[in-house]
């Protein structure tokens, strides 16, 4: 009688520690699954001061960039330095700032813009767009004024752009397109062609 006790003691007592030291472990369940998630939005918040993520919505950048694609804009890249001839860049557009566009830097603050005859010239230098759909259909002369850049589609003939609604404001830009990480078999890095120039 005397050992079944003893069993029964030794059963018994691990029980009662188990249930009194369950009271912590349940507030550090909590405490961590907090922390986690204090931590979880920091880095959403961090994530969404330095980029943004837009999906290509029509055609205007073919054959660069295609409908549907998700595409990653750095937004510092233009706190660390200033766009260049060439950039795909991220903007809001200037007739609804709601809507979002995304277009080709041509033309920087005092360039001249001349389209005619299916070639863009730059302060009469014409350039050489291997990435263009089709040459433009349409011309026209601008001055781009200061504060603000020349963007184009490269879709040229299927885009609403500068040509058709004037300089866009540097205020206006959300960033850089750096990546498109959506579909998986168009991932990889967005190619910002060094736009060249042939002899006038």
Known sequence: MEKSNRILEEVTVPLVEQVGD???????????????????LLLFLSVNVVSARIRVDGYSMEPTLHDGEFILVSK??????????????V?????????????????????????????????S??????YIAAPPHYEGVWTVPA??????????????DSHSWGPLPMDYIVGRAVFIYWPL????????????????
């Open 147 to 160: 504060d603000t850049l020349f963007v184009l589609g490269d879709n040229r003939n299927n885009s609403s």
């Open 22 to 40: 369950g009271r912590p472990s349940i507030l550090r369940f909590f405490l961590d699954v907090l922390e986690t998630l204090l931590l979880s």
């Open 91 to 123: 903007f809001h557009y200037p007739g609804n700032p709601k809507q979002d566009y995304i277009k080709r830097v041509i033309g920087l603050p005092g360039d001249d813009i001349s389209i005619a005859h299916g070639t863009v010239q730059v302060n």
């Open 76 to 89: 510092l890249s233009y706190l660390l330095g200033e766009p260049q001839r060439g950039d795909i860049v």
């Open 185 to 200: 078999q168009s991932w990889g890095m967005i190619d910002h062609s060094a736009i060249a120039v042939a002899a006038p």
């Open 125 to 130: 230098m014409v350039l050489s767009e291997d």
